[in-house]
């Protein structure tokens, strides 16, 4: 059996340094094998930028996954071309897009591939991402494959996970910073979450500053976001798969305060 740990989205510096403080300890409690990290709001006010994509690199990940933020910043344009075999964006860009959508770790006696794909309920109107899937799954020569699944709308999630059953080791959702309490295993084989949650400042409107984030609300007039400067905590979830066969047979969330 392998343990994977797929932290979700970490938002600004304060969310980096958190990861960075307590990623060590959570290797050891769980005796992870393969972090995954989504980093597409890693960079002060958001995005990804080589600064941040470092040093959660270096801290302890060893694949970034992004989202709908994943070309915010001007920087990330280099990372997807020099480090695409461990920074990865949404699978279904149009082809041209800079970047993969998917990466293979070859842990040696294992290999893992992780593909990332957006949503398009409520976000861009990108490719159709269960036929990309489905495109991406006939050229993996590996059983363990998980799919951060970027997206908005909780059914669009549900849907995804039941399609991918049996079909990949995980799916797990990620992009609305709220950790949902619905993990499972579906048909006895796939990881499956809504989404995972997030990692920066607890008290806070998914990491930004509350009062702008309420002004933007009451007032509908152009705010611009600030990193909250409150405590933060980190999300993820843990999965123990059988590396052999790619079926999951555990998957807990995690939550440090």
Do not use: W
Request: charged letters at 20%.
């Amino acid at each position: 059996m392998k343990n994977l740990l797929f932290i979700g989205d970490v938002v600004g510096k304060s969310g980096c340094d958190f990861f960075a403080s307590k990623i060590s300890g959570l290797k050891k409690q769980y005796n992870i094998d393969i972090t995954v990290v989504n980093a597409e709001n890693s960079a002060q006010g958001n995005g990804i930028t080589p600064a941040s994509a470092n040093m959660l690199l270096n801290s302890g990940a060893d694949i970034l996954t992004t989202g709908n933020h994943a070309f915010r910043r001007k920087e990330s344009y280099d990372i997807f071309e020099s480090k695409s075999d461990c920074i990865i964006r949404p699978a279904n860009y149009p082809d041209g897009a800079v970047g993969k959508g998917m990466c293979v770790l070859d842990v040696g006696t294992y290999s893992v591939a992780f593909v990332n794909l957006m949503g398009t309920a409520f976000l861009e109107p990108l490719d159709n991402p269960f036929t990309k899937i489905d495109d991406i799954l006939k050229n993996i020569n590996t059983p363990n494959i998980f799919v951060d699944f970027h997206a908005e709308a909780t059914s669009e999630k549900k849907a995804m996970g039941h399609y991918l059953t049996r079909k990949v080791t995980g799916v797990f959702g990620t992009h609305t910073h709220v950790q949902t309490a619905d993990e499972m295993i579906l048909d006895n084989h796939t990881a499956y979450i809504t989404d995972v949650g997030m990692t920066g400042a607890e008290i806070s409107c998914l990491g930004i500053d509350i009062d702008s984030a309420v002004s933007r609300f009451r007032f509908h007039m152009p705010v611009r976001f600030t990193e909250s400067s409150n405590p933060c905590f980190l999300c993820g979830i843990h999965v123990e798969f059988d590396e052999k066969t790619g079926k999951s047979h555990k998957i807990q969330r995690v939550i440090v305060r």
